[in-house]
C-alpha cells in the first residue's frame, strides 16, 4: 500500500491551504519510464473516478488508477527540505536500482 509520510503530509496541508484546495486528493500517476522502472508524479484532483482506487492515509486521501494498484503497492510519498532541493519525492525502498548509469535511474 502507499505510505506518506509525516513530513510530507504537513507539507501537504500547507499547500492545500495556500491553493485553497483542502478537499483536493493526492493522485499519483506514472510519470515516464526508465532503465530503472517507472517514475512517479503528483498532481492535486478534485475528484476522483470511476477508474481510481482512494486510499485514506490519515488526513491524505490519496488517488490512484486501479490499474495501478500492484505498481504503487510500496511507495512511499515524502518531503524533503535539505541541501539538495526541497519539494515531494515519490520513491519505491523496494525497487532494484539498475546500475546502468543513465540518466533515468533513480
Known amino acids: ?34 532503465c530503472g522502472g517507472p517514475s512517479f508524479g503528483l498532481a492535486l484532483e478534485e475528484a476522483a473516478t470511476d477508474a481510481d482506487k482512494t486510499v485514506e492515509l490519515g488526513a491524505v486521501k490519496v488517488v490512484y488508477d486501479n490499474e495501478l494498484e500492484k505498481t504503487v503497492e510500496n511507495l512511499v510519498i515524502d518531503y524533503i527540505d535539505n541541501e539538495m532541493g526541497t519539494g515531494f519525492i515519490v520513491e519505491d525502498p523496494t525497487a532494484e536500482p539498475c546500475g546502468g548509469g543513465c540518466a533515468g535511474c533513480h
Open 1 to 34: 500500500m502507499v505510505t506518506i509520510t509525516d513530513a510530507a503530509v504537513a507539507a501537504l496541508n500547507d499547500v492545500l491551504a495556500e491553493q485553497n484546495k483542502k478537499d483536493h486528493l493526492l493522485r499519483v500517476f506514472i510519470a515516464g519510464i526508465g
